[in-house]
């Protein structure tokens, strides 16, 4: 939730499971480095080495939208189905939801409806990877927005965050973005868009990158987080 009477990028947003309001699209980097001999209980891995970092994603839907993490380990064998779905688990997602990946794609949300953000009133929406604040704080005519990642995925990261910065357009058009941070992985990510008044389509989204160790394998990964919502008094 957001405090209440208070406007500007100081804004602080407390994440409470109360109603949908995002949706998410993925994006994810590969960076290079030289692959580390798995630690004992590390994931198994099947006979096929790999020439290339290997890239896996998991996209998690809901009726207010989704969100894809993305990873890609430095090298050496490709993880089974088996070791995906283990994983999976430990990350908090279904059965199946870790798939290899490959190809670029796109950085925004394409359209879809648009959720309605109510004056002060302070909807979240959680999923495996993290949650989602925001508020329309029409008295500041701005919205006031909050994410914080999830113990689970904060449990494979083993370097600060690098937060691109939110984008965000109003009624199609693209708006200045808010600044990036470099911070750690505990960090409860917040800011204002601004301006916005009543009955405005606003569309925004934050790209997160960072190290990872999986299965006592080192790699890279992405999060991409986005919500469409209309703001109403």
């Given at each position: 939730m957001?405090n209440?009477?208070r406007?500007g990028?100081?804004?602080?947003?407390?994440?409470a499971v109360?109603?949908?309001v995002?949706?998410a699209?993925?994006a994810?980097?590969?960076?290079?480095?030289?692959?580390?001999?798995?630690?004992?209980?590390a994931?198994s891995?099947?006979?096929?080495?790999?020439?290339?970092?290997?890239?896996?994603?998991?996209?998690?839907?809901t009726?207010?939208g989704?969100t894809t993490l993305r990873?890609?380990?430095?090298?050496g064998a490709?993880?089974?189905?088996?070791?995906?779905?283990?994983?999976?688990?430990?990350?908090?997602l279904?059965k199946?939801?870790?798939?290899?990946?490959?190809?670029?794609?796109?950085?925004?949300?394409?359209a879809?409806?648009?959720?309605?953000?109510?004056?002060?009133?302070n909807?979240?929406?959680?999923d495996?990877?993290?949650?989602?604040?925001?508020?329309f704080?029409c008295h500041?005519?701005n919205i006031?927005?909050?994410?914080k990642i999830?113990a689970?995925?904060?449990s494979i990261i083993?370097?600060?965050v690098?937060?691109?910065?939110?984008?965000?357009?109003?009624?199609?058009?693209?708006?200045?973005?808010?600044?990036?941070?470099?911070v750690?992985k505990s960090?409860?990510?917040?800011?204002?868009l601004?301006p916005?008044k009543?009955?405005?389509?606003?569309?925004f989204?934050?790209?997160?990158?960072?190290?990872?160790?999986?299965?006592?394998?080192?790699?890279t990964?992405?999060?991409?987080?986005?919500a469409?919502?209309?703001?109403?008094?």
């Amino acid at each position: 939730m957001v405090n209440e009477g208070r406007g500007g990028k100081g804004v602080r947003v407390r994440p409470a499971v109360v109603a949908a309001v995002a949706a998410a699209l993925l994006a994810a980097p590969v960076a290079q480095a030289a692959p580390e001999s798995p630690r004992a209980g590390a994931v198994s891995t099947g006979s096929v080495a790999a020439s290339a970092p290997q890239t896996y994603a998991a996209t998690t839907t809901t009726a207010g939208g989704r969100t894809t993490l993305r990873f890609a380990l430095d090298g050496g064998a490709k993880l089974s189905r088996a070791d995906l779905d283990r994983v999976g688990a430990q990350l908090g997602l279904g059965k199946g939801s870790l798939r290899a990946v490959s190809g670029s794609v796109a950085q925004r949300a394409a359209a879809r409806r648009s959720a309605v953000l109510r004056c002060d009133k302070n909807p979240s929406w959680s999923d495996a990877n993290g949650t989602l604040a925001a508020r329309f704080n029409c008295h500041y005519s701005n919205i006031n927005w909050g994410f914080k990642i999830s113990a689970r995925l904060q449990s494979i990261i083993t370097s600060n965050v690098n937060e691109s910065g939110v984008s965000w357009w109003r009624n199609g058009k693209r708006m200045p973005k808010n600044a990036g941070h470099v911070v750690g992985k505990s960090y409860h990510f917040h800011g204002t868009l601004k301006p916005v008044k009543h009955g405005d389509h606003v569309q925004f989204q934050d790209y997160m990158t960072f190290r990872v160790r999986i299965g006592g394998r080192p790699g890279t990964g992405s999060l991409v987080w986005a919500a469409d919502v209309t703001a109403k008094k």
